[in-house]
């Protein structure tokens, strides 16, 4: 039986992005391979002949008037050239069925997702005016644009390995480069790269190839990751990296990061690290040391490390809009030119690598960003599972400029406890670095931690206080193991400093470190 269809669920079946009914007495409908064309292009579909739709939505079996002739004339018909682009059917895609109440007969066609590799399917040799897709209950015509898009992800070779001859590699944007170099000589002091002259390094990293006359040149990859925006534009000229970060919902923009201001490279590189940079500002970071250094790194900025680098290596450069990642109060979210080349449903299952731009996630692998192999996403969703947040969700917009869309929120799932313990939990969670043998909040006044100096006493405070929030005096004398009144008299030298800031009044007041006021838009 077909995965998509099941006989006992018939009258609970409506027509959608992945079910069409027709009547199909006649014959085979014409509008029936429209629907093949937008299923295959999509994320495929089921297609009933024998069936009609009721004013309502429901459905109702009017049968065919002959099962095996029609099913005959598809084959032939699906496997004619002119007529259709590709099969993509194995037998078992087509099956009868027999409705049981009226003795109707009706063939039930499962068209699955076209592979990359075979899109677009379209009808009649007519590529550009024949294809089609699928936008809720109805199929449309693709656009020129949306057909040159699945023709340029047709082959194994991605956008983002041509070699752009009109430019030389010295036009690359050499401060980029080097701290690119830096970055991986820090990660692997004895890489063999480490060496060499930047040129034979932009080679061997595919930042540069060699062209027609038998000169090196940059590649897409190489000018998208390195190069200065105003060169970007003139081989992508809808190339556009944009971040928006909206936390007081009477500004429109708290803070903007743009790639045409002109006032840095606008790369691929330096967006990368400007926005991770603003995207990780709030994530709290639980007091844990390693080896005497404190470690700063949680699950959740290596989630979003991944999740920004897989928007960026899968945008087409060539769809209008550009990147935008926003930042809001309560969530991020991530938006891509372009359609996931395996679908959201095999990203979010993971196993399957096939990144638009293989050129740039080289370059990121190289530098510990983006290293697995199809896990980035199902990782994600598994450390939102174990923060307690709600489901990260993934949208592809198909049309003119199709976008795919990860959201990211920070909000509780109904039911989640609050104040989550988890690295990388936001406000709200509490002493998640506090030490299990933490004394109680009355020990006596003037008591302190052996060998301890009050300076490092204050560091302590502010390193809880940093990592989790504005706080109250008895969970921070909690957790560095003082007395209240000790912890009192460290808080006022604090505030004294500037180091501190008191909120609230008598029992209310909670105190936070000067470093989170700009954070939480406190004035």
Known sequence: MSSDFDLRKF???KEDNRREVKKAKGGLPNSLWETYSSFANCYGGVIILGVSENPDGSWQTTGLSDERKLRKDFWDTINNKTKVSANILADSDVESFTDEKTGNVILVITVPRAERSQKPIFLNGDLFGATYRRNWEGDYHCTSNEVRAMVRDETEE????????????????????????????????????????????LEMIGAAAVGEDKELHPTAAGLLMFGDEYRIVREFPEYFLDYRETLDPFIRWTDRLYSSTGDWSGNIYDFYFRVYNKLSMDIKVPFKLEGGTRVDDTPVHKAIREALANCLVNTDFYVPRGVVIRKER????MENPGYSRVGKYQMRRGGESDPRNKALMKMFNLIDIGERAG?????????????????????????????????LSFSKKSGAKSGSKKSGAKSGSKKSGAKSGSKKSGAKSGSKISGIKVTEQKQKILEFLQANGDQKAADISEYVELGRSRTLDLLKELIADGSVVPIGENRARKYMAISDITKCDIK
């Open 11 to 13: 009258d609970e079946y």
């Open 158 to 201: 991605t956008m983002d390995m041509k070699i752009i001859e009109n430019l030389t590699v010295d036009q690359l944007d050499l401060e980029t480069v080097h701290k690119y170099r830096n970055q991986h000589r820090t990660l692997k002091p004895g890489h063999p790269w480490n060496s060499i002259s930047d040129p034979e390094y």
């Open 330 to 333: 309560d969530s991020i979210v």
């Open 375 to 407: 896990s980035g996403v199902p990782e994600l969703f598994s450390v939102w599972e174990a923060e307690g947040w709600e489901e990260p969700t993934i949208e592809e917009r198909y049309g003119e400029a199709s976008r795919t869309l990860l959201t």
